[in-house]
């Protein structure tokens, strides 16, 4: 039976909710970015404190790279490369979860050492 790629959506979200490592940054927004490369899968992004306070975090859990790995293949369309990056974005007080998805350029999200004080603010949440 396939795999409901809602469902890995859910699975993901719930996975980073509850994520020890993440829960320890006291965070009010999270910003992670799944990059799936061919032969392995980073997640990494960033915690944003109620005083906007970008902290860099990654899930503790192994099993979350996977699901992005999982959800990557759910999503793929006969004939067609499936998204290479994958930014999402939790606001925890209300609870709402928005993905997006990058198919050609992943760099656009890549975070490492030079790009880290850049992707903080460009990942940063918008306060309406």
Known sequence: MPVDKD???QEIGILLLNDPKILTRHWKH???VAQLEDLSTSVSG???QEDGKAVPTSPGNSAVPRKFVELSAAM????KS???ACLVRIDRSSGNISIDFEYNHPEKWLIVPSTVEQMAESLRPVQP
């Open 82 to 84: 499936s998204w290479r």
């Open 7 to 9: 469902d890995l959506v």
């Open 46 to 48: 960033f915690a944003y």
């Open 30 to 32: 999270l910003a992670i």
């Open 76 to 79: 793929r369309e006969a004939g």
